[in-house]
């Protein structure tokens, strides 16, 4: 039953809102982009602008719906679906645009359909009736003071106050209590919030929570959280299953977590992961499971980001720390512990410089790239000195180091007696692992690390004191931790979908059996070209990825070439030409698609491209970002679109009295900008100041007076479209530096 939207609408709006299952939630989405399509066809939507209004909501970002979801964040949608549901006479996007920093642009405020007061009264009306996102409204206009604007929300908070003689009265003497009415607008708030929650709207337990925490009322802020865990929201899972951890219920604990692991909340694929893989803390009352533990982290490593989630690196250096070490049996996929390397949480750990240093030395599913693997090497070795020891990976930088100094990549010629020496600190570090018992995952086992080291010393003997390689060997060489010794799989990695993740696994050991498999059941699969890359003479050079991307009929595909191109247009010599990121992509059937990819992984060879591909640039150069002031609101005019009709209104709202002082300018100050600051003078005259940046050592300042905004808006709108000043010859220069 529906008590403000319309029944249709109600039942797309509960589907995205009222649970927390991704795929029921993207369908309600799909039901409401239709619905907006059918209204751009000119078909009568009965309203329709609350459809835009709840859409600008899901694309405004995971604080306005839940992250888990994994809706695209659009800012320029958000805000062009706003002012869209507003213009239709939607009033609870009216109360949304309130909330919403940027919102409320000059165009808008113009184009108001009915007052802010009028549009709280009918959410409230509709709050009253029962309609969960209306008593969700309801509650942040208390909870975040937006009452003080509405008069309608005045009243209700001075019902039952002392008469306005009486405050005046008191207000001679004493100060007007504002702990007890900020108390009085917190109550009406969480009154709401309860109505909201009552009525389905799950996302209302993390404001209502907020509440109970603000007023350190840890006993409701508790209730609050078990109500939401159970109603289904990842986060109050996760805070469920924190409180029962410190209360040392760890099996309950565990069965929050890995309800929350279920749905990918980042947090709990790491509460359940640290649970499996280290029991010791839990008193041994969770089985180890490294293989649960392993999954768990890899997940939490990709992730995506949660409001209060910063343990990227750290889940991201114990699936590494698993992999290196063994255990368990565990495979160690080098392909996969150089995917994890890539993850940006952890590029400011020194931790990682021993496991870059490896993969980059024995192109163990990376790039090889001996000038990074020595830097890193390096940086490595700076570290042990510093710090004392890796732990778990000191074996995997001197190995590096030794091998750097046997190609003479260190020292321009091979230096054996230093290979040696690292080799052999290599192997004391290795037998050191597998002697401990202590390991940090509590197993109580020994380790069985791969004793590389033994197996590259058996390539050297000393003579006369220094080391050389044995009769017959050329270089020392190892059987542990094999690669693929074949094309393609030492050059390319296919991208595998991970769980339902829209982020994969890169790995370079699957056979073409593997990949046809995977075809009827993954959305893309992506093969990233990180050796031997092709190129197309003249229309594509250094080939680094092909997609073979599953259409939404499943009878055709789309083929992406992800490459780069030289601006052909630049012909000066002297000048090094601008190289641009491009993608060549080109839809076929499913054979013709698998056919191309075959014979690429079986022969690299890259398919003809014709002119029935479509090419499409990554990097053209962007067109500056500028910003336009109303007093103290700031608007990034690339995320509206209608930019020119918000400046000529904020031009008649400085004209008229409603702003004081207005500006367009760059977002950021670069070499060559040209800026705008208008202010009101008496009469109709406005004060216009040009500030025009040459470089840092030469910024010009001209200032006018007039009251054409006709002619001001036109030398605005060239400045900022063509950085063209308008004729200065009647301006004063006042300023030059």
């Given amino acids: 039953m529906s008590f403000y939207f319309t029944d249709q609408i109600q039942q797309s709006f509960n589907k995205i809102f009222h649970q927390c299952n991704k795929d029921v939630a993207w369908a309600g989405k799909a039901e409401l982009d239709a619905l907006v399509k059918a209204d751009e066809e000119g078909q009568e939507i009965p309203g329709i602008g609350d459809v835009y209004a709840i859409l600008a909501r899901v694309y405004s970002g995971p604080q306005f719906t839940w992250i888990e979801a994994g809706f695209p964040e659009d800012d320029t949608k958000a805000y062009s679906y706003l002012h869209t549901a507003i213009r239709k006479g939607s009033a609870i996007a009216i109360l949304q645009a309130m909330r919403t920093s940027g919102a409320l642009t000059p165009t808008i405020e113009k184009e108001l359909p009915m007052t802010k007061d009028e549009a709280f009264q009918r959410v409230y009306e509709g709050a009253q009736k029962g309609c969960s996102y209306c008593a969700y409204a309801i509650a942040n206009v208390f ?53 909201s929650a009552a009525s389905g709207l799950v996302i209302t337990y993390r404001n209502l929570r907020v509440t109970y925490v603000e007023q350190n009322n840890r006993a409701m802020e508790e209730q609050v959280i078990f109500e939401g865990a159970e109603a289904g929201l990842p986060l109050m899972m996760y805070l469920a299953g924190h409180i029962c951890k410190s209360r040392a219920e760890h099996e309950r604990a565990l069965e929050y977590f890995e309800r929350g692991a279920a749905m990918n909340n980042g947090m709990c694929l790491r509460e359940s992961a640290e649970y499996y893989a280290k029991p010791c803390e839990s008193n041994k009352r969770i089985p180890q499971d490294i293989q649960k533990a392993l999954k768990y982290y890899e997940r939490a490593a990709i992730s995506p980001d ?30 996969r512990i150089a995917h994890l390397l890539q993850q940006p949480a952890i590029y400011t750990l020194d931790a990682i410089w021993p496991y870059l240093a490896y993969v980059f030395t024995f192109k163990k599913g990376n790039t090889p790239a001996i000038e990074t693997a020595v830097e890193c090497v390096n940086k490595a070795s700076k570290c ?38 690292f080799y052999e600190h290599a192997r004391e570090s290795i037998n050191r692992l ?132 030289e601006d052909p247009t630049e012909l000066d010599e002297t000048l090094d030409p601008t190289v641009y990121e491009i993608r060549y992509f080109k839809e076929m059937s499913i054979p013709e698609g698998l056919g191309l990819i075959k014979d690429f992984y079986d022969n690299a060879t890259l398919p003809v491209i014709d002119e029935s591909w479509e090419k499409q ?36 709202g400085v004209a008229n009295g409603k702003y004081d002082v207005i500006s367009v300018r760059p977002s950021s100050i670069d070499d060559h900008c040209i800026s705008y600051y208008i202010e009101r003078k008496k009469g109709k ?41 308008p004729d200065l010859s009647d301006w004063d220069e006042i300023k030059q530096k």
């Fill in 143 to 195: 909870q975040w003071e937006d009452y003080r604007l509405l008069p309608s929300a005045q009243k209700i908070v001075n019902e039952g106050e002392p008469s306005g003689v009486v405050h005046f009265l008191k207000s001679l003497f004493v100060q007007v209590d504002q702990r007890r009415l900020a108390a009085k607008i917190t109550s009406i708030a969480q009154q709401w919030l309860h109505k």
């Fill in 306 to 335: 949660h409001l209060d989630f910063n343990d990227h690196a750290y889940a991201t250096m114990q699936a590494i720390i698993l992999r290196t070490l063994n255990i368990d049996g565990q495979s160690q996929d080098w392909s």
């Fill in 384 to 421: 042990y000195d510093r710090y004392g020891s890796y732990d778990y990976a000191d074996h995997l930088w001197q190995l590096a180091e030794g091998y750097c100094y046997e190609i003479g990549a260190i020292t321009k010629r091979p230096d054996l007696d230093q290979a040696v020496t």
């Fill in 434 to 565: 597998n002697t401990r018992t202590d390991n940090c995952f509590g197993t109580g086992e020994p380790l069985v690390i791969p004793d590389e080291a033994s197996e590259r010393l058996e390539a050297f003997e000393l003579v006369d004191g220094h080391y050389q390689y044995k009769k017959g060997v050329t270089q020392s060489s190892t059987t542990c931790n094999p690669m693929p010794p074949t094309w393609p799989q030492n050059s390319v990695d296919v991208l595998e979908i991970f769980e339902e993740s829209t982020t994969g696994w890169r790995t370079n050991k699957y056979d073409w059996n593997f990949i046809q498999r995977e075809w009827d059941t993954q959305k893309y699969l992506s093969f990233i070209i990180y050796d031997n890359r092709q190129s197309i003479e003249n229309v594509i050079y250094d080939v680094y990825s092909i997609v073979m991307f599953h259409n939404e009929d499943k009878n055709s595909c789309t083929i992406y070439l992800y490459g780069y191109i």
């Fill in 617 to 652: 640039y990554k990097n053209t150069t962007p067109p500056r970002e500028y910003v336009l002031t109303c007093d103290n609101d700031i608007f990034y005019l690339n995320q509206y679109e209608y930019p020119n009709q918000m400046i000529k209104d904020a031009l008649e």
């Fill in 685 to 725: 005259n406005l004060r216009i100041q040009l500030y025009a940046t040459v470089d840092e050592d030469n910024e010009y300042v001209f200032e006018r007076e007039s009251c054409n905004l006709t002619s001001i808006n036109y030398w605005i709108q060239e400045s900022i479209t063509i950085n063209k000043l």
